[in-house]
């Protein structure tokens, strides 16, 4: 049986079709990660806490891999986040597999273990900082 050859403006027009949906796709999460980042720092100095974070290689384009966006916002609450020891920096990351916005904060534990909590903006926000955050995730 002959195979049906594929027009080649077809093949061009889905593949930068695919190449913009990833890529939009991508920065949005970069840019969900980037305003939490801001609400971190703001929370944070409320409390006198200078809240530094980072986001290495954002702007690249990614696929979630394993229900996560690969994408790391790394936040320190004791200085500039190229300055400190990695296991003193947060790492948060936005799931993917999630019908509402939630993040996945990973910490080194002072046993040595990882931890891990997954939250809301305002949750994620409350954990890292300790600040009292006067509204909820579920609040509209």
């Known amino acids: ?25 991508s920065a949005r999460a970069t840019a969900v990660l980037r305003a939490l980042g801001k609400m971190i720092v703001d929370a944070s100095a409320t409390i006198g806490v200078d809240a530094s974070t980072s986001i290495p290689d954002g702007d690249r384009i990614y696929d979630p891999a394993d ?26 990351r936005l799931l993917a597999d999630t019908a509402v916005t939630t ?24 954990f890292v900082t300790d600040v009292e955050i006067p509204w909820g995730d579920d609040e509209e």
Do not use: Y
Not at 1 to 25: F, S, V, W, Y
Not at 103 to 125: C, I, M, N, S, Y
């Open 103 to 126: 993040f996945r904060v990973e910490w080194h534990r002072a046993d040595g273990k990882l931890g891990r909590q997954d939250g809301g903006p305002f949750a994620t926000v409350a």
């Open 67 to 92: 229900g996560v966006w690969p994408q790391e916002l790394l936040v320190s609450l004791d200085g500039p986040v190229e300055e400190m020891d990695p296991e003193e920096v947060r790492t948060i």
């Open 1 to 25: 049986m002959a195979q049906q050859k594929t027009n080649p403006k077809l093949e061009q027009a889905l593949t930068r079709g695919d190449l913009a949906i990833r890529q939009a796709n």
